[in-house]
């Protein structure tokens, strides 16, 4: 595409800028609560809303409380909440196995939600960071983190969720061969609609901070996720792991972070045109707030700024914690 101008001044841009009507009517890309999944921090108890102090306005939530989010979220026409187990350090092991108990807090959550709240999308997180007492996403062996052995407790755990009656399953752990073995256990389980959107391309990132602060994975990660998660200076190779994925079965992709990698969000729309997902971290989120609460910037403002430059570099959706309070604002 190439637009054509005739020169100033039969040209003047400001022209259309003149009005707030003329600006709606020109705009490119809007952002509507359609576009929202908002991450949700869970934990064990009752009554309980946990601030985490490097997110403000975030909160780890008890079971009940999560279901009035989920209420919350329903109410303004959010489609699809993500939830995040905050795990007590008495229930990680090296194996893992809480990843995949049918009763673990995550699953519970879903069934509960389901059951109250039919029509939001709830989606999950696959990895086993928050079961893992090493803190890493997967299985670890003499230092090393094992993929194949990791895929076969991936399978398991993606199996438990949608028995649970998850809608879109969220494989964050960076291993490869995921997804194929998820989709095809879910075929071979009879779970033919449950959809997978792959963080296809996860970045090991410095702005994953405040998250493992919040899932209280900061304490227990030995080292850090860089033989796994994607190296920031690479481009191309999100291509490659984005095709891979779609290959092997993945309904939607994912770019994480979201701000930083806005380039590559660019990229995978124009080269494949699939649903294309990115998430604002929680580094995001925390330096948004943290620069609003001190005044430096307006909060709102670059809240609404950030959440529109996704749409305008091609994503269909954004996970955020910004979602309720984005969806408020859009709702009037
Ligand atoms: C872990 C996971 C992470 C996030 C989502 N899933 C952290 C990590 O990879 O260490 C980060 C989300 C955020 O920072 O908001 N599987």
Redesign the pocket.
Known sequence: MRPIQAPFPAARFRRTRRTDALRRLTQENGLTVNDLIW?IFIREGTGIREPIASMPGVFRLSLDQALIAAQEAAGLGIPAICL?PYTDPSVKTETCEEAWNPENLTNRCIRAIKAAVPDLAIMT?I?L?PYNSNGH?GLVRDGVILNDETVEALVKMALAQADSGADILGP??MMDGRIAAIRQALEGAGHKDVAILS?SA?YASA??G???DAVG?SGALKGD?KTY?MDPGNSDEALRLIERDLREGADMVMV??GMPYLDICRRVKDTFGVPTYA?Q???E?AMIKGAAERGWIKGEAAMMESLLAFKRAGCDGILT?FAPEAARLLRG
Do not use: I, L
Request: aromatic share 30%.
């Open positions: 991450p995040f997180d990895a960071d996403d964050s752990d963080y996860k702005f994953y405040p998250f493992r994975a996720k998660q994480k972070p998430y971290v929680s580094g989120y914690y």
